[in-house]
């Protein structure tokens, strides 16, 4: 188990990032509905993005995945880091692997910038410190802003939250805050981990299971609920005025059968 050198970085990328070209994006996005209208991914490579505040555990959660001890001290990240490791599933012969890529807080803005930023993006996972407040308000602003550009672009992905460092006490209000987050956007609830107790919760076993379901687990923010209510306002009424004007064609054409019929009985009369 190992990071990947810089041939690997660089495959990764080309593989991954290839997005500037727009038909690489549009196939991306067909495998992604047929994925999503199946229901299930039979893919055995899946990418994750890892966003979350600083000094939420992001670097953490990936050192753990490739079985690095828990450092105590903090280190913040400044570029983009990208690990990757084979995930087995209970009862699956095939292995899948998963590429985990860390997004550092201020280069979010940056990489939602881009409308096909999300392309290659499997599974987004949102990392907060589960003792911090703060950690979990910018985490959900996090969720939303990703959450609201993939209802922009097209670009959905199934998202989890992580709730790091569970071996410290949680802030007041924590779970039902998680509760009502997680039921209001209509993804999984939080998945507590501790990787200073090596307690992860089968966490990248979770990941690759919500990637190989990405009809589950996709958020939805109060602005793209508000846009499907109003679609679905005007298709009800396109299809009121269809009914009506249904209605209409076939008493318009009744009307003339008849008045035809009308004339015809005229003429035999005077006949």
């Known amino acids: 188990m190992k990071t990947l050198n810089k041939h690997l970085k660089l495959l990764f990328l080309l593989f991954s990032f290839s997005t500037d070209n727009s038909s690489s994006a549009i196939r991306i996005t067909r495998r992604r509905r047929l994925d999503r209208n199946k229901q ?3 893919r055995n490579v899946f990418h994750c993005f890892v966003f979350g505040p600083a000094n939420a555990g992001k670097s953490t959660l990936m050192n753990s995945f490739l079985g690095r001890p828990y450092l105590e001290s ?17 009862g699956v012969r095939i292995k899948k692997t998963l590429f985990l890529l860390e997004i550092p807080e201020d280069e979010v803005s940056k990489l939602l910038s881009s409308k096909e930023s999300l392309a290659p993006c499997d599974i987004a996972v949102f990392v907060y410190d589960s003792s911090d407040e703060s950690s979990w308000k910018r985490a959900t602003e996090l969720l939303i802003d990703v959450a609201g550009h993939g209802e922009d672009t097209g670009y959905e992905v199934p998202c989890l939250i992580v709730a790091a460092k569970d071996d410290l006490d949680s802030f007041p209000m924590a779970i039902q805050n998680s509760i009502r987050v997680s039921q209001d956007m209509g993804i999984e609830a939080l998945i507590p981990i501790s990787s200073k107790l090596s307690d992860l919760n089968n966490i990248f076993r979770r990941i690759v299971n919500a990637a190989e379901h990405p009809h589950l687990s996709i958020p939805e923010t109060e602005a793209g609920r508000s846009r499907k209510q109003y679609h679905r306002l005007i298709n009800r009424s396109l299809m009121v005025v269809s009914g009506m004007l249904i209605v209409w064609h076939l008493t318009t054409v009744l009307f003339s059968m008849h008045l035809k019929l009308g004339v015809v009985e005229n003429v035999g009369d005077h006949g």
């Open 40 to 42: 299930q991914s039979e």
């Open 74 to 90: 903090y280190s913040p990240t400044a570029d983009e880091q990208y690990v990757v490791n084979v995930v087995e599933l209970p």
